[in-house]
């Protein structure tokens, strides 16, 4: 069990990665401590039965003081990453010790052991902020869902931030080929579809096919075309600690392992050229989507049919407008002649990228781009 002291958001120091201080007066508690920190990957400082130096304290990435030795810590200059630790859940006392020693929550073991090892494991890791993850989904086939994705992902990448474009639809026929990374070495999805539980970040960014900035999960040229929902979720977590962006590539049905993916999106952008047939087609996978992903906004592609607009295709879905994406006839050649979407930085799919990305960035809600 895991109770909350404070409501400011907690993330590990990405500067300084390593293990976390423990500090207590109790063997028992100090196996269990040392045994989740195993599980995570890494190795702890401890303190049995004394107070700690002033420089452990202050710098270790995080600070488990057992409920026994809060009189240990009594005193030490305050500071974020603490947590007070116990095993008793109807022990009163234990609030008034974590308002004592400044801590930001309050672990009740053995409940609150899975939370913990996460949490640990981010210290190992050096986690910071969650990445920024996009979904691009296409009202209806050939709607061009990947090549946007590709573009986004292309621009992040193009301005040094750590980006990670993830192929989430076994049927697409590869993001790989469009990138023209297939002869790239590195892992694709069938070498990750046994995954279960927590997948190292850092790992996972280093197995897979990289173009610059840019790592790429895909698929290979084999028939396999099943991830089940446990793997989606746990190489999606992975994916996101890392930081940055990572953009998906989803198909229109929403099975398990896609819903395990809307899950840890942010965003979604739904690609709906502008025909009647399309926005009925649209409709229906939108209906599906929101189900489980909240912000999901309308891309309107050009050219337009008569009495058709950006604007009143959102309206006639129901959803915000991102932006539109208007006729660009230099694409296709571009894409023949092997260079992946976007990495011009011109045209209007790399300014619609470069605006949408920036806003999302900073935070904006569902307006125009």
Do not use: Y
């Amino acid at each position: 069990m895991v109770r909350s002291m404070t409501p400011d958001r907690q993330s590990a120091t990405a500067e300084r990665p390593g293990g976390p201080l423990i500090v207590t007066e109790d063997e028992g508690l100090l196996d269990d401590l040392l045994r989740l920190c195993a599980a995570a990957g890494t190795e702890p400082e401890v303190v049995f039965g004394a107070p700690p130096r002033a420089p452990s304290w202050d710098g270790a990435p995080l600070v488990l003081v057992g409920v026994e030795a809060v009189d240990r810590v009594r005193g030490a200059a305050r500071r974020k990453g603490v947590l007070l630790i116990g095993r008793d859940l109807d022990d009163s006392e234990v609030w008034r010790k974590a308002v004592g020693i400044g801590a930001d929550h309050v672990l009740v073991l053995p409940d609150a052991e899975n939370w913990l090892v996460d949490r640990i494991a981010d210290i190992a890791e050096g986690a910071g902020e969650p990445a920024l993850t996009v979904g691009v989904v296409g009202g209806r086939g050939g709607a061009g869902a990947s090549t946007l994705a590709c573009a986004l992902a292309v621009t992040a990448a193009r301005t040094g931030r750590r980006t990670m474009l993830i192929d989430g639809d076994p049927l697409g026929g590869g993001l790989d080929i469009l990138l023209g990374a297939e002869r790239t070495g590195g892992l694709r999805w069938p070498d990750l579809a046994d995954s279960r539980g927590r997948v190292n970040s850092g790992a996972l960014e280093e197995s897979l096919p990289r173009l610059e900035n840019l790592s790429v999960l895909s698929w290979d040229r084999g028939d396999s075309v099943l991830i089940p929902p446990q793997a989606m979720r746990s190489v999606l977590g992975a994916a996101r600690r890392r930081g940055g962006v990572v953009v998906v590539d989803l198909p229109r049905r929403v099975d398990e392992p896609v819903a395990e993916t809307l899950a840890q999106i942010d965003v979604g952008l739904l690609v709906v050229p502008a025909e009647l047939r399309a926005i009925a087609a649209a409709t229906r996978v939108a209906a599906a989507v929101s189900m489980v992903l909240k912000d999901l906004r309308i891309v309107a592609r050009g050219p337009f049919a008569s009495g058709l607009d950006d604007r009143e295709i959102a309206r006639m879905i129901g959803l915000p407008l991102a932006g539109e994406l208007p006729p660009e006839p230099a694409l296709a050649e571009a894409l023949s002649g092997g260079a992946p979407p976007g990495s011009s930085g011109r045209g209007p799919l790399a300014r619609f990228c470069t605006a949408f990305l920036g806003h999302a960035l900073a935070g904006g809600g569902s307006v125009t781009v």
